[in-house]
């Protein structure tokens, strides 16, 4: 990567509009005040494959009341034994102490006037609370599916916003080892690992404090605080997202993890299924539910998405000699591979063949069945709401209030992202407009918003067949579970 500092359209309009929409979900965020861009150009390896591409240089203007990161703080680290690394300002304490008190004062007043007499108490305090806004800050992804792709030190902000917005992605069929980045071999970011990678970096935080903050004092901190936060946070969010406003019952907890499991069964599209959970009804009549029921599965993955989602990734040779490796040298198979990777090669193998078996009909049989077991659960939990109200019918209303204020119905999916990108690529910035536009009421329904290009001329027979295929890109609502085409898209 050239190390030029160059910035280019694609990754721009990403960056441009997902700081927009997490910020329009209520999840804390840097911002982008404008995108501009330009007729230089910089060659760029995509997919890091050997076949670059000319692109055009772009300038995102991002907003926030700080960009300094955990990582910043690094800039004091030791030499590493091993690697015989060390950060650029080595032994300056008095670096550390500075940045130490412009953070606290400027951006935790109350914690610096709260222990002005005592260095370490206040920096427990903000190590504390920088913990618990963390751990906030990533219940809040969790409750959205939105996967972050890169959280080393550096993309990790100082006063608990969401910063970088590299090889992002929403989650659409709900995977809980989803990962986003194309380059993320190991999986190390993937979603289920967002909550605990985060609180890896904030021990990495712990230890640059050292010795401004003990780590016996941090280290407490981040292991009482850190955790119950992020449970605590997660779970008042998901009761809130399920209409759970009444009561607060520790079998909540196991409802919300049989729903997601129920998701990953039936390969559901994870905003669309919270999004439907609101028309849901305790006194169904079983024809309306069977109505209901053929919605819900309608935003669950088909038997050509689940085959393009499990098609085998390795040569089968290559699978060969690496399980061949795993018997007789692990030690070399370690530098080349995982035998986590190879597990997950044969999982999808196996998954891959009782899908040449499955039908359209056996499926959608199946996936009513489950869902059909998690509603009765889910209408149990209801009745629960009901019975403790004295009005059934204003207890309704502000279940649904509340559910639709907390699950969106649109958000930056990768194909919607993709279309934006290529219309500006070829000088069209209407779809960028128009997607931001959808984005800043990402809980209200776009009556007014025209989701279809009914409008679109008409090509003619002299239409290019990638003309007609963007055409047909287009046309896809906003909200709708991404077309196979979709499952191409690749960002690293």
Known sequence: RQADGRKVLRSSIREFLCSEAMFHLGIPTTRAGTCVTSDSKVIRDIFYDGNPKSERCTVVLRIASTFIRFGSFEIFKPTDEYTGRKGPSVNRNDIRIQMLDYVISTFYPEIQEAYSDNSIQRNAAFFKEITKRTARLVAEWQCVGFCHGVLNTDNMSIVG?????GPFGFMDRYDPEHICNGSDNTGRYAYNKQPEICKWNLGKLAEALVP?????????????EYDTEFEKHYLQKMRKKLGLIQLELEEDSKLVSELLETMHLTGGDFTNIFYLLSSFSVDFDPSKLEDFLEELTSQCASVEELKVAFKPQMDPRQLSMMLMLAQSNPQLLALIGTKANINKELERIEQFSKL???????????????WKEWLEKYRVRLQKEIESVSDADAWNTDRVKVM???????????????????????????????????????????????????????????ATGAACAQETRSRLPYCSKPPLWASELCVT
């Not at 916003?161 to 917005?165: A, E, K, Q």
């Not at 040449?356 to 996936?367: E, G, K, V, W």
């Open 356 to 370: 040449q078996q499955l039908t359209a009909a056996d499926l959608l049989s199946r996936n009513k069945r489950h």
């Open 161 to 165: 916003l969401t910063i970088d917005y």
């Open 404 to 462: 639709s204020s907390n699950n969106p119905k649109y958000i930056l999916r990768n194909y919607i992202a993709q279309n934006a990108i290529e219309a500006a690529e070829n000088g069209d910035f209407s779809e960028v407009r128009n997607v931001l536009k959808l984005l800043e009421n990402p809980f209200q329904e776009a009556e007014s918003f025209r989701e279809v290009k009914e409008d679109a001329e008409e090509e003619g027979a002299t």
């Open 212 to 224: 401004e903050l003990p780590l016996e004092i941090s280290e407490l901190i981040l292991e009482e």
